[in-house]
DNA sequence: GGTGAAACTTCTAATAA
DNA sequence: TTATTAGAAGTTTCACC
């Protein structure tokens, strides 16, 4: 994967953008000084260099009912049964991310769910799947998100 | 945590902005047969009661260069240092997402690297924090998202 | 590359239903 | 609660630096 090269500009513009995708273009032009019509230019740019894959709303899961987070680790009788595995858990509406790993699991898996009972039924939605040998669960009793932010600052500082 | 009680019109809203948050209420409005200004005053209301927390910009980190994911589990000397070890852990940019959890960790992060030699770095920082007894990482090999409108259609049905 | 202005689109709040 | 409306604000394009 080739490595995209930003300037000082591209990194503001990302940096106003990046925990409030509604700011507009003219605010933005305004606090760089430059016009609202190169923000535009270079948000598109972005766009289509692929750096800038989308945008997507942050929601409250928890006020919505769905406060129950859990990691599952998923072993398997063969390997080779890894893309098939993955498939199906992609499948579960309540499975958020799943990797494939190196060391003790094949698959890894984030999912969220309503609460002890619903997580049961969605480990076991897992465990039901062909090539599932057994799972591992670890419950999450808080999760911290880091600021994207600082994140952004100390990849523009490599670059 | 109140379960909050969407309606049809607000799922469908969420719906629409839940993969790109710059759709114009216009469109939105066009789709669901409704005014512009009741879209307005719906999102509002989602914003006002905390279900919509905010938007973020999805970036490619592999084209930054940051290719590299993984999870680390940490072990604890004493339980009680949990709290000083995760906010220890979460003054590292590179640390995205950090757990307390049940089960053989204390606490559990995701980190993202630029490569195997600076993800030896982050974790080694964590080593360094004062209460850590030892870590266990595990590599992402593919990290695969679900797509967040699956988890919302589900949530709606359990309405 | 960037600008600034024009043309167009969208937002937002007040009013009315 | 929702719709309408109109002025304010934002976006996008383009001729010209």
Redesign the pocket.
Known sequence: MAKFKL?D?DHQILDMLIDNT????????KKL?????????????MEEAGIIKGSSLTLDYKKLGYSFIAYVGVFLQKTSQTKFVLERINEIPYVTVAHITTGKFNVFCKIRARNTEHAKEVIFMIDDIEGVYRTETMISLEESINDKKRLMHSIFKHM
Do not use: Q
């Open positions: 300037d500009v509604r700011v507009p273009f003219t605010d933005i032009a000084v430059i016009s609202a019509g190169t923000v535009h230019v270079r948000v598109k740019k």
